[in-house]
């Protein structure tokens, strides 16, 4: 089975820091992936996806991702964060590619706190 | 946003009672997915639907049930609850008529079984 893994499970910055957050999944053949943002009490929104083409990806507010084949990775990176960057962050994978069920995997998640 | 609503929002609930969650989506996507949110677990597949009528199990379907009997509903039944039910679940849509696999997510129902 496919897993995805976020080995950071909580990250506290102060604002005007980078952030990097690191995914790896385990699935050797086509993938969609994605990154999503919880912000407190609330529902999970897309923050970026990638699907083909260029392996950096940018996305909202400011964010971008890497994929990086040959590491299975799809790390995320914000050059200066913010306070209301304080969230949950979740990567996901769709694989295999064009299963049956457009199913996500999802990573364990890592809160990010900024502090002002 | 994407119109997806979940109800209810927030229930409280005994051990041993069944208990039904609504999906209701306006969006007239094939794919519908019940997903349960756990610290450090991220978030876990419960059932899916690729279709009316059809259904078919995720990760962590035991001891749940859905429905999906309209597009636009998806319903997920607790049939006994118990306290390790206890979990946010969040309803999601996808849909693959232009290859888009991302999936929107509902707003969440915060579920307690006491």
């Known amino acids: 089975a496919q897993s995805v893994s976020q080995h950071n499970h909580h990250v506290i910055l102060s604002e005007a820091a980078s952030l990097e957050l690191g995914c790896n999944y385990s699935?050797?053949?086509?993938?969609?992936l994605f990154w999503y943002v919880q912000y407190p009490g609330q529902h999970l929104q897309l923050l970026l996806k990638?699907?083909?083409?260029?392996?950096l990806v940018k996305g909202i507010k400011g964010f971008e991702a890497e994929f990086i084949k040959s590491k299975f990775s799809f790390n995320l990176r914000k050059p200066s964060v913010q306070w209301s960057d304080t969230a949950e962050y979740f990567c996901?994978?769709?694989?295999?590619?064009?299963?049956?069920?457009?199913?996500?995997?999802f990573g364990g998640g890592t809160r990010v706190l900024v502090k002002p | 946003d994407a119109g997806i609503t979940q109800s209810p929002r927030h229930k409280v609930t005994e051990t041993g009672t069944p208990v039904t969650l609504r999906c209701h989506q306006t969006?007239?996507?094939?794919?519908m997915y019940w997903y349960r949110q756990d610290p450090g677990h991220g978030l876990r597949l419960i059932h899916y639907?690729?279709?009316?009528?059809?259904?078919d199990k995720g990760e962590v379907s035991d001891g749940y049930s859905v429905s999906r009997s309209k597009t636009e509903d998806f319903l997920l039944t607790l049939e006994s609850a118990t306290s390790s039910q206890t979990s946010v679940y969040f309803c999601?849509?996808?849909?693959?008529?232009?290859?888009?696999?991302?999936?929107?997510f509902g707003p969440g129902t915060r579920l307690t079984v006491t």
């Open positions: 999601a849509i996808s849909n693959d008529r232009t290859g888009n696999y991302e999936q929107y």
């Open positions: 699935y050797g053949g086509t993938v969609n």
């Open positions: 990638y699907f083909s083409g260029d392996p």
């Open positions: 996901a994978v769709n694989a295999p590619f064009k299963a049956a069920g457009n199913k996500l995997t």
């Open positions: 969006e007239n996507h094939r794919y």
């Open positions: 639907s690729y279709g009316v009528k059809d259904t």
